[in-house]
């Protein structure tokens, strides 16, 4: 089967710039401990997020992911990303949301019950069995950010046809 991503018009960039890319400890110290580079990294509770600021690729990409069968999580979720994660009393409370500058989201994105079982999966791996989970889709946060999106085409549309 080939590789849809070959047809990506955005540099492939959810591999070359990390904005907050999810790790749980276990996937922190197999992938990422010690070779951050220009990588800053940072942690909350359980939870790592790996932030590039532009300055430098995912340390396991070469043209490609190195790591494919064994990329964390997040990688394996996107274009769905994990957005807030709440955690207290023995309960996680965690959102997604498809909120993504991929091109090709529309094609990508699987079904919202695969994601929220790969999600549930990896917190109950990063919390334990015994913590109840909630995972929730941010519905609003994917609309604000369709409508926006939509606005900035339709603009650029206007401006290219000269009847802004
Ligand atoms: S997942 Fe989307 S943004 Fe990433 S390489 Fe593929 S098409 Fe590009
Ligand atoms: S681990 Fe692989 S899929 Fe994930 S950001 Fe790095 S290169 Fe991309």
Not at 11 to 27: A, P, V
Request: glycine content about 8%; aromatic content about 10%; hydrophobic content about 25%.
């Amino acid at each position: 089967m080939s590789n849809p991503c070959l047809k990506c018009t955005v540099d492939q960039n959810c591999c070359r710039d990390l904005h907050g890319l999810t790790l749980n400890e276990d996937e922190y110290k197999k992938l990422f401990e010690g070779q951050s580079g220009a990588l800053t990294i940072t942690r909350k509770g359980k939870l790592y997020q790996v932030f590039s600021y532009g300055k430098g690729a995912c340390p396991h990409w070469d043209q490609q992911c190195t790591i494919y069968g064994d990329r964390p999580m997040d990688c394996d979720l996107y274009p769905y990303t994990m957005g807030n994660v709440f955690e207290g009393d023995g309960e996680v409370y965690a959102t997604y949301h498809s909120r993504t500058e991929c091109p090709l989201s529309e094609q990508l994105l699987g079904p919202r019950e695969k994601a929220e079982d790969l999600i549930r999966s990896f917190l109950k791996k990063t919390y334990g069995e015994d913590y109840r989970i909630t995972v929730r889709y941010d519905e609003g946060a994917a609309r604000a950010y369709h409508l926006a999106r939509r606005a900035a085409s339709k603009a650029k549309r206007i401006l290219i046809d000269g009847k802004p």
